[in-house]
């Protein structure tokens, strides 16, 4: 570096001392000849640097180079500041002085920030404060796209709802971690690998029958995912090497994708005080799935529409458990525990425990012409009605209409209208009075009622089908990593001190 230049580097000195990357020392010592200079001398040595700027574009180190002096905010954007931001997230932690702490991200979101008067005529910046991180983008992504404008959602740039229409869950898993669908053969070879690993294992089992069965199943699912990372015999003892390689971290969704059907089907089964039930060789995912869970082969139309359920609940950007299963990632943790932390954010009603919640309401109401009562009372309680409403669809949820024609098929199949109609009354008389849409959680309750899942399993089912989206987010993050760590404005008491 030091041999390309005739000059020193030249730093503005701000923006120098920011970074904890680079010192002077590190610097002098690796050969590099540096001098800070004071901004005011900045623009004399410009003729200079750019001598050294010709350097590096002849030796082809540099892509471009700037015709005239930049404004600051258009050389953030000219440097990609937001990918360097990433890079850098996590290295930076500066004191500027005694009473302000000013960091990189303070910087991006310089624009984000007002001036409030806390005295009259003393004014402080206040950051924006982004509350629940509603509409803030924090990263990519090229797993799934959530488009609520279209009221599309695209996994690896396919519409859910031709993927529903036309895969199995296994083609769709196989797409969310390997970014393709698979051909004939490898859908072949892969289901050969998941078949492998569909057994409960003996101490799993023994781990599960250990917790209450007043425990909710999520309880019960979050145990043996994280005994089944504890068992890892390549997890290594050191949380050194616990974060694993991308292709043992692949090999390790392809197990626990397979591994939890027998759990959540044993779960149920043991609820109802029944026996575990050896998986089927001969059976697809969704098939040997309602096979384990009640001992007898179900109908096409009901595999079919347990089917689409799976690949609509699979993936769906940065909702709350996948964000936590990226910020466990992001620690450089292992993928069981992101899983595992996934598990617990997924088990909040305001999340996937929705669809539990929304056969408590049926139950509840009990029938259609009982709904206007019961949600004008409802509504005086300012209850929140669960399976209707999404933080990003505003407009109605993308993956609702696959999901009720699935229902359809189902209450047609077990000649169930009254669950149609309550179904139609509760949704038409809501949206009505609240504008406010059914989710994805809204059809798959009653489906998975009607198909013979108790309501506490509907979670865990959500489990089931959401592992593979996790799991592509663990490997994605794990890709091109920087540590999540947001910032907080304090709000609590002013520096006080113990009494002596
Ligand atoms: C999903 C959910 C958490 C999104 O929340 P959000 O984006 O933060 O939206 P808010 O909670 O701020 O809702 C905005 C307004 O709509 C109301 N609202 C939203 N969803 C509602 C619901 N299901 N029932 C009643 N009112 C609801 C809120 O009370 C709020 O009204 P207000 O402005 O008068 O206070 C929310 O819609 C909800 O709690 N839904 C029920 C749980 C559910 O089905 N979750 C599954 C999601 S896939």
Redesign the pocket.
Known sequence: MAAALDVPILANMTEFGKSELFSVDALRDAGVRMVIWPVSLLRIAMGAAGRALDTLNDEGHLTSKLGEMQHRADLYELIDYESYNRFDSGVFNFTLDNTAKRTHDAVAERGAQRRVEVHEGVTMTEPDIKK?L?GVVVDTTAISKVNPETNSLLYRGYPVQELADTQSFEAVAYLLWNGELPTGDELAAFRLEERKHRALADNVKAAIDLVPLEAHPMDEVRTAVSLIGASDPEAGGSVLDAGGSPEQNLARSIRLFAALPAIVAYGQRRRRGQELIAPRDDLDYSANFLWMTFGEEADDVVVDAFNRSMILYAEHSF?ASTFTARVITSTLSDIYSAVVGAIGALKG??????NE??LHIFTEIGSADAVEAWLDKA?AE???????????YKNG?SRVPTMKAALDTLVAHYGREDVAALYDALESQ?VER?G?HP????PSGPAYSLIGFDTLTFTPLFVAARVTGWTAHVIEQAGANALIRPLSHYDGPDERHVAR
């Open positions: 629940g509603a909702n009603p305001l999340h996937g425990g929705a919640a929304v509504l300012k209850r929140k009605i669960m399976g209707f409403g999404h933080r990003v949820d809501f609240k406010i989710n994805l959680d809204y």
